[in-house]
């Protein structure tokens, strides 16, 4: 795909973004021609998809009033075509930009996240942006097969940017969970004097 044939329009709406990823609006552009790239999303018309960098308090307001949930999250997208729609896309007249809609992530969400996961903050923005095309492309993980579909293409296309994968166990997260396997056994099961 060529520079001309895709689009990502980033939004810093937290300035705080600059601070934390070297680039931010580049590292969007690239990761998301990387995934239309790796799903051989190639129409003839430009393709847009708009990003947007903002914090918590923002997503938990789109989160509230889009989804119902009122809390903050890493990652929301806004698709602007029914996941139905692109079967067909091919076939689509070259005439004006093809908008998949919009991508939107959240700062303190996703530093919390990376340092969590000891995975560096670019590397999970990355990887959230993945996430979020792939559901303007209709993917999605409500059941364990679509799921495995979804992280596949995830993996495949951060791997194509350079990332690792993200569902790979870090020694930092094996840790925690063997701390925490030890405590369970530890405490006993509920009901038993330990």
């Not at 918590?56 to 806004?78: E, P, Q, Y």
């Not at 919009?102 to 919390?112: C, H, S």
Request: charged share 25%; glycine share 6%; hydrophobic share 40%.
């Amino acid at each position: 795909m060529d520079d001309d044939a895709q689009s990502t329009p980033v939004t810093v709406a937290t300035p705080a973004w600059t601070r934390v990823v070297t680039e931010p609006d580049a590292l969007c552009g690239r990761t998301a021609a990387a995934a239309l790239v790796d799903l051989a999303l190639q129409v003839r018309r430009r393709i847009e998809i708009g990003v947007t960098l903002t914090d918590d308090a923002h997503i938990r307001t789109l989160n509230r009033d889009w989804r119902g949930k009122d809390r903050a999250t890493n990652v929301l997208s806004f698709p602007l075509l029914p996941p139905a729609a692109f079967p067909d896309c091919r076939t689509w007249p070259a005439e004006g930009p093809l908008l998949l809609g919009d991508v939107v992530l959240a700062l303190e969400t996703v530093v919390r996240e990376a340092d969590e996961q000891d995975r560096t903050v670019e590397a999970h923005m990355a990887h959230l942006l993945v996430h979020g095309v792939l559901h303007l492309l209709g993917f999605d993980h409500e059941d364990d097969d679509e799921a495995s579909i979804m992280e596949a293409h995830e993996r495949r296309i951060l791997a194509a940017c350079g990332y690792d994968d993200p569902y790979m166990s870090h020694p930092a997260t094996e840790a925690v969970a063997r701390r925490t396997v030890e405590e369970v056994r530890h405490a006993g099961a509920p009901g038993e004097v330990g």
